[in-house]
């Protein structure tokens, strides 16, 4: 039944300017005509906008509303007994809203003051380079649109609820955030696309879906983990591997499953260490290295 995922719609914008998401035919949200449109109208708004704007205001419906309400209880439920110590004391110093979605601009609001951390508007999939590369100004790209309503604990591709309960969470840690620049820093310095999909697949195997050792527990801090009501209960079944930066960038992963091989740090030193150290550092020349060797 599960096919949870990071997988983000694919967005066009037709020659009449019209712009159209294109949901896949398992979607739950595929057959019904209110919420295409709906979805559509959200992409067009942030494919309209342009930095230094203010942020689209999405006046969101009592039955999307509704929505999050059921999935941040629960998510919330599940943090305090999945969730990393620094997650859970960044969540709470952050305090999202649970009886409404918060605009970004109120996301903004609450991390500019802890980590400086900013969100902008995302239609859908942001080019690699710049969704991670913005990382170095402290911006984050989120998408606005809500998992449909027929399955409020569930969506096949990353929405609000991934970006804001999953990435805020995580960003309203200072040690975090800094990790999360040093990875827009080593944007800069990398020109290759090899070197690209390696930073991407050692972001996705740390920050979307890492997990560590807290107290004999294993213990969630990736995003991907801490916005899946699903996976965030799975993931002490996958098998545990301790942090390898060339197996982390090398490993192929079907996006679509419950990761079956995850990376597990001993603390939140060793993630700053590991795999901060290996950002701080990585270059086209370190990379194809790493991946000549495998
Ligand atoms: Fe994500």
């Not at 037709?14 to 159209?20: E, H, M, Q, R």
């Not at 620094?86 to 999202?96: M, P, Q, T």
């Not at 969100?119 to 809500?146: C, K, M, N, W």
């Not at 942090?243 to 192929?252: K, P, Q, V």
Request: with cysteine; glycine share 6%; aromatic share 10%.
């Amino acid at each position: 039944m599960f096919t949870e995922a990071q997988l983000y719609s694919p967005v066009s914008k037709g020659a009449d300017g019209d712009v159209t998401v294109h949901l896949s035919d398992e979607h739950p949200g595929v057959h019904d005509p209110a919420y295409r449109a709906r979805r559509n109208a959200i992409a067009a708004l942030a494919l309209n906008y342009r930095t230094g704007e203010p942020v689209p205001h999405i006046e969101y419906t009592a039955e999307e509303e509704q929505v999050w309400r059921i999935v941040a209880a629960e998510l919330a439920r599940k943090r305090e007994r999945y969730a990393c110590a620094e997650v859970i004391e960044a969540a709470d110093r952050l305090s999202l809203p649970a009886d409404h979605i918060p605009q970004l601009s109120e996301v903004s609001a609450k991390l500019v003051p802890l980590t400086g951390f900013r969100y902008v508007p995302a239609a859908g999939l942001v080019p690699l380079r710049e969704f991670f590369g913005s990382f170095a100004d402290r911006i984050f790209h989120s998408t606005q649109y809500i998992r449909h309503h027929s399955a409020p604990l569930y969506t096949p591709e990353p929405d609000a609820v991934h970006e804001i309960l999953g990435h805020a969470n995580q960003l309203a840690s200072p040690r975090f955030a800094a990790l999360y620049e040093t990875v827009g820093a080593a944007v800069a310095r990398i020109s290759t696309e090899t070197a690209l999909k390696f930073l991407a697949d050692v972001f996705w195997f740390s920050m979307e879906f890492g997990v560590l050792r807290e107290h004999g527990e294993v213990r969630c801090y990736g995003a991907g983990l801490l916005s899946s009501y699903g996976e965030i209960e799975e993931f002490r079944a996958a098998e545990l591997r301790p942090l390898n930066i060339r197996e982390m960038g090398t490993r192929a992963y079907d996006i679509t499953h419950y990761q079956p091989v995850l990376y597990c740090a001993e603390s939140v030193d060793e993630i700053e260490e590991v795999v901060g150290g290996f950002f701080a550092t990585m270059t086209d020349d370190s990379v194809a290295e790493l991946v000549e060797t495998v």
